[in-house]
């Protein structure tokens, strides 16, 4: 709208050449919609946000101490209550794994997994099956039908936003990050069952769940580690 005014062109017909080139360059990432005066509505594909997920629940998305490091890490519990939610946080969802992978859920090639530094090697980079995780339905659509699941998407999304952008290392308030993570998580997992009956009849939705589990993990392990110093515990 504002390049109209300089240029004395119709506001719609910007708006549309400029969804052309996207759509010409990004036809499957992106839903795009133009509203009138002139907005452009973007909504990220299902199949993006699945890409996504996965990356981050078993690919390695969000970078993580080197071992070097990890070792002179000081292992604590930590006297601040924010941070003790969010090493409960983590510890729920490793113990989520380990229930995943005794339930037949999910498997991986390693026979140690109740090492609590086993967790990342074992489960974030050695998954067998399902992989991928089966994040979409039959119609390409995540197969979620809670909100609780989406809210903890967002979150989850808003924070590796910010562990990827080097402009909020020193300004960023990470103990309320990791606090806001393990809340929306805490949510997700008193709204959103994963074994029992789910299990039983929808496996590819308990699959899907304990894929954001996994992606929580991960992500709350790097902000605990990496930005905040402190253990991230498998057990509490």
């Known amino acids: 709208m504002q390049l109209a005014k300089l240029e004395k062109y119709p506001v719609m017909e910007i708006a549309n050449g400029i969804v052309s080139h996207i759509s010409a360059n990004d036809d499957k990432d992106f839903d795009i919609q133009i509203v009138s005066p002139g907005w452009i509505h973007l909504e990220v594909t299902h199949p993006l946000l699945a890409a996504w997920l996965q990356k981050i629940a078993v690919g390695g998305g969000v970078e993580f101490l080197s071992r070097a490091v990890e070792e002179f890490l000081i292992t604590r519990v930590s006297s601040s209550g924010s941070l003790f939610t969010a090493q409960y946080a983590h510890a729920r969802c490793c113990s989520l794994l380990r229930l995943a992978v005794h339930e037949g859920l999910i498997k991986h090639r390693e026979s140690n997994f109740d090492e609590c530094q086993s967790t990342k090697p074992s489960i974030l980079s050695n998954i067998v099956t399902p992989n ?105």
Do not use: M
């Open 132 to 236: 991928p995780i089966p994040w979409l339905n039959s119609d390409q659509k995540l197969r979620f039908n809670h909100s609780a699941c989406y809210l903890l998407i967002n979150e989850l999304v808003r924070v590796v936003d910010k562990l990827e952008e080097p402009d909020f290392v020193q300004s960023f308030n990470w103990e309320k990050a990791a606090l806001d993570l393990s809340r929306v998580f805490e949510t997700f997992w008193c709204k959103c069952r994963i074994f029992g009956e789910i299990k039983t009849d929808s496996p590819e939705l308990a699959q899907a769940r304990i894929g954001l589990a996994l992606a929580t993990q991960s992500v709350l392990k790097s902000v605990l580690e990496e930005k905040l110093g402190t253990f991230a515990l498998c057990e509490v």
